[in-house]
């Protein structure tokens, strides 16, 4: 019998196992801009059934004294791909969780989740005031 040289968990897992938002200084803070990111293949499971959900997120927000960085991102939303939880409260803990890390000025986060039996949900929270 042959071993596997493979090691579990795998780096990508031991990498969103540690994940944290981490955040760099704004680079122009005197001027109000914005900021888009997608992320398109977030996962978390439904706390009744059990079933993957999977959405597309769009994060966009104005930064106040920091700014997030992407692969932070990257490694903090995947890490809900285990989780049993609603539609409503993880969209809401995830804003929550970016704005304590970056203090932006103005953020929103929009949830589109796939259908599922026939139903089609799109969450939009918000944080602040969005400047101009």
Known sequence: MTTSSTQRPSYGERNIAAAELICFENPQQERPYHIAISLPEFTCKCPFSGY??????QL???PGPKVLELKAIKLYVNSWRDCSISHEEVVNRILDDFVLAAEPNWMELVA??????NVHT????RYGSQQL
């Open 112 to 117: 589109d989740f796939n259908p599922r039996g």
């Open 52 to 57: 993957p959900d999977f959405a597309k997120l």
């Open 122 to 125: 799109v969450i939009t929270v």
């Open 60 to 62: 966009n927000y104005q």
